[in-house]
Structure formats: structure tokens, C-alpha cells
């Protein structure tokens, strides 16, 4: 988007020239549509779509009307409401128009706002760019509003909540701010050392600068509790050829995402689905099996599952009940690829009277039978209880979610280590500096251009 169209405004505005439009609804036929106008010319094309008739728009009120083409022809009966600009989602005058969801309606009010001089579509994104620009969310907002739009599950959706209504910066703004004072006094010692300073302030301002680390550090310190939550608890299905992985996959998901066949090693890539686990979202994959002797296609797929396994949150040994030694030697090759957490299943207990104990190291084992369904609701119940232990116990409190989050802390929390042995006042300084800039370009304070293209294009049009 050119930047030559903006006019400044009061601290933390700017008013473009242009007003844009996109469908705020979902595509497709429907019982409603909401389009979405944002701009100076916001009024005016409400105004022109009425045809010019009736009383000037009342603020977030819905109204009936009739919207009409250029030539005074009715394209449909429906609400309106403005939304002036300081009480608006963009910080600009904003105009909802609620019509029947057919897409000859939708393609008849798009094509009028179109004709319209000073409007324009809006590019993906753009109605939450002029938010941010607008000062009305930060870019943790912008981004908990994307993950709120995105929300699958209960727990992604209250955390995105949490997120959006602003926690998350307070507790960034709340650190800036105490370290923007700490590098006041810092400059103050620099800038005037031949003047008298408050006795202490020194000491002071290094052990205001170590709380704020502390923080920082126990912050960090969440076992990617956001994360997880955001992106999903990743669960790798491990275990010999035939035992039943691929058809315990389709049946967590319940659908044929993995091929089954009595052949073994029909596998041979990691197959994933994305699964709604006791409120939590977890990301389930079907490995290649296990076992000595393969072909070099399948030694690769082999060496994937032993990767994907080793990166999981959680992996899921399947073995079979009816053939026990096949996992023989299964636990040492997944210790030897890193895997620590592992929960055992035993499949086929339907054919078979298990003991209780599976085959690797006396575990004891989840029985099931994925051709029967016993045993899935108790295993479904303690893949929740195992997620929920990972995760913790949800709180108010905001957490991290995104990667980009942690590197800036982990960032800021260098700097501050560094400033604590440093004894130079203006490397000290510097030091501070550098953290409360890295603390910036997460709530999108300062240096954040680099960063807008990214965040933005995720969004999809009319958002």
C-alpha cells in the first residue's frame, strides 16, 4: 500500500484519501452479507447507495433502507450503520451495509461501490492495518484477532480473547516503561555526572533493571504453554509395521486420511491431521513402521518417523497385542532419537487376552481395539489429561504464542544480562536501549515495517 495518500492527524492517526470496501462474510450464498466501507468517503457512498433519501445516518444505529444502483433501481432491502471515526474499529468513519447473502446482491452492491469516485477494494488485511496504524490495536492485538478468526478449538479462542483485549502489551508496556525510566536515570548519570544526582540511583536503577529480567526470564520460562495452545500439541503415532497406526490415525479423526493395508511398510511418509482433543488442538501423525531390513525408500520414511518423533510433544507407541516381540528394541531407537514423553498402546485386544503389560520395558499399556472401538474413549481421555498437564492450568494471566515473542524476549533478557556486567555508563545504557527496542517491535512501537507485510497478508480480504 503507497503511503503517498496519507494526511497526519492527531498523535497515533493518519487519514488516508482513499476509502475502501470489501465483503466482510464469509464468500458464498448465504442469509446475510455484510459489507464493509472505511475512509472519508464512507458517508457519502452511504448516502449515494440511499439514494440520497432520508435523514442523515444516526451513530451505530441499525437502520432499514433500500439500497439503489446509479440509475435509482432497487438492488435490495436491508440495515445500515455508521460508525463514526473515533469510536470505530479502523479509527476512520465506518459503514456496515447487512444485505441478503445471494451473489447477485453482494455483486450488485460491490459493483456500485466500485463505480463510486475515492473508493477502491480493500487489499487482505488493510481494515486491521489502519487499526493498528490508527492506534487502535497493537500488533499483539492485531495478532490475537487473527488467531481469533482462527480459532478451532475453545482454548484457542479464550486465549486469542485474551490476547486481543490488550493483556499481553500491558504486561510489554508495563516493562517498557519501567525500563524506559531506568534508562533515564542511566542517561541522566552520563549527561550530567558533574551535577548532584540523587544519592542510590545507581543501585537503583540496576535493581529495577534485574526485576524487570526476572520477569522476563519466568515469563520465558512457560514450557510453550501459548505455543502449544496456538498451534497445536503434537502427538507422532510410533510403532512397528502392521500394528495399526495408520487405521488409529483415521480413527481419531474419523475419516480415511491414512492408506490401510495388510502390506507393511505402506507408509512411508508422515501423514498428519489436525484433531479437537478435550478443547485442546493437537496435530496427530501416522509414521512410517519401525523394523530392520527395509528398502531404501522406506529406511527414509523410517528415518522421518524417528525424526517427527523426536520433535513431538508426545509420542504414541502402538504396539501389537497379538505380536508383542514385534516392538522389541522400538523404546531404545526412539531414547536414541531424543524422545523422552511416550505413552504405549496396545492394539488388537480383540483377538488377543492381554496382560496388562506391553512388550517394551514392562510399560504398562493403553488395551484398545481400533477395529472394535474399545478402549478409544479412554485413550481420547487420557491424550486430553496428558495435554492439559502440558499445557497447565489456564489463568488470566497472558502467556506467549508466537515465536516472534519469545525471540524479542529472549533478546531483551541478553541485553539485560549483559548490562549487568557491564560498568561503562553509556554501555549500560545501550544495553537498556536495545531491550526496550526489542520490547517495541513486539507491540509494533518502533522498527516494525519489516514486519507489517508479514503480519497482514495472513488476514483475508474484508478483515
Known amino acids: 500500500m503507497p503511503d503517498a495518500d496519507l494526511r497526519p492527524h492527531r498523535r497515533g492517526q493518519v487519514l488516508r484519501e482513499d476509502t475502501i470496501f470489501a465483503v466482510a462474510t464469509a464468500p458464498g450464498r448465504a442469509g446475510i452479507a455484510i459489507l464493509r466501507v472505511s475512509g472519508r468517503e464512507a458517508v457519502h457512498a452511504l448516502q449515494r447507495l440511499r439514494g440520497h433519501g432520508g435523514a442523515g ?101 479464550r486465549q486469542a480473547l485474551r490476547q486481543l483485549s490488550g493483556r499481553l502489551a500491558g504486561v510489554y508496556d508495563d516493562w517498557t516503561g519501567r525500563l524506559t525510566r531506568a534508562l533515564a536515570w542511566l542517561e541522566a548519570e552520563i549527561d550530567f555526572a558533574d551535577e548532584d544526582l540523587p544519592d542510590g540511583i545507581g543501585a537503583a536503577t540496576r ?28 502427538i507422532a503415532i510410533v510403532g512397528p509395521p502392521n500394528a495399526g497406526k495408520s487405521s488409529l490415525l483415521n480413527a481419531l479423526a474419523q475419516r480415511d486420511a491414512a492408506i490401510v493395508a495388510e502390506t507393511a511398510g505402506t507408509t512411508r511418509d508422515v501423514v498428519e491431521v489436525r484433531l479437537d482433543i478435550g478443547g485442546y488442538a493437537a496435530v496427530v501423525a501416522d509414521t512410517a513402521g519401525l523394523r530392520s531390513g527395509a528398502d531404501p525408500v522406506e529406511e527414509e520414511g523410517i528415518r522421518r518417523a524417528l525424526a517427527r518423533a523426536s520433535q513431538a510433544d ?84 497472558p502467556v506467549l504464542s508466537r515465536l516472534r515473542h519469545r525471540l524479542a524476549i529472549e533478546a531483551c533478557v541478553d541485553h539485560l544480562s549483559r548490562f549487568a556486567g557491564v560498568t561503562q555508563p553509556d554501555l549500560a545504557a545501550e544495553d537498556v536501549r536495545l531491550a526496550v527496542r526489542e520490547l517495541g517491535r513486539i507491540t509494533g512501537r518502533v522498527d516494525v515495517e519489516d514486519l507489517l507485510d508479514v503480519i497482514f497478508r495472513d488476514f483475508c480480504i474484508g478483515k
Open 207 to 234: 535493581t529495577a533493571v534485574a526485576a524487570v529480567r526476572t520477569e522476563m526470564a519466568a515469563h520465558l520460562a512457560d514450557g510453550r504453554r501459548g505455543e502449544i495452545v496456538r498451534d497445536g500439541f503434537s
Open 314 to 397: 508426545l509420542v504414541l507407541v502402538l504396539v501389537d497385542a497379538t505380536d508383542p516381540g514385534a516392538a522389541a528394541g522400538i523404546r531404545d531407537r526412539l531414547r536414541d532419537a531424543g524422545v523422552a514423553d511416550m505413552m504405549v498402546c496396545a492394539n488388537k485386544v480383540d483377538l488377543v487376552a492381554l496382560e496388562g503389560k506391553s512388550a517394551i520395558d514392562d510399560h504398562a499399556a493403553h488395551p484398545l481395539s481400533v477395529r472394535t472401538g474399545a478402549g478409544m474413549a479412554e485413550l481420547l481421555a487420557a491424550l486430553a489429561h496428558r495435554i492439559a498437564d502440558h499445557v497447565g492450568k489456564e489463568t488470566e494471566a
Open 57 to 157: 445516518p444516526q451513530p451505530r444505529r441499525a437502520t432499514l433502507c433500500r439500497f439503489r444502483d446509479g440509475a435509482g433501481g432497487v438492488i435490495d432491502e436491508g440495515l445500515f450503520l455508521w460508525f463514526p471515526r473515533h469510536n470505530s474499529f479502523t479509527g476512520e468513519d465506518v459503514v456496515e451495509l447487512h444485505v441478503h447473502g445471494g451473489r447477485a446482491v453482494v455483486s450488485a452492491m460491490l459493483d456500485e461501490l466500485s463505480r463510486m469516485p475515492g473508493l477502491r477494494p480493500a487489499e487482505p488485511g488493510e481494515f486491521t492495518r489502519r487499526a493498528f496504524e490508527n492506534g487502535r490495536l497493537d500488533l499483539t492485538a492485531v495478532e490475537g484477532l487473527a488467531d481469533l478468526v482462527a480459532a478451532d478449538t475453545p482454548a484457542q479462542r
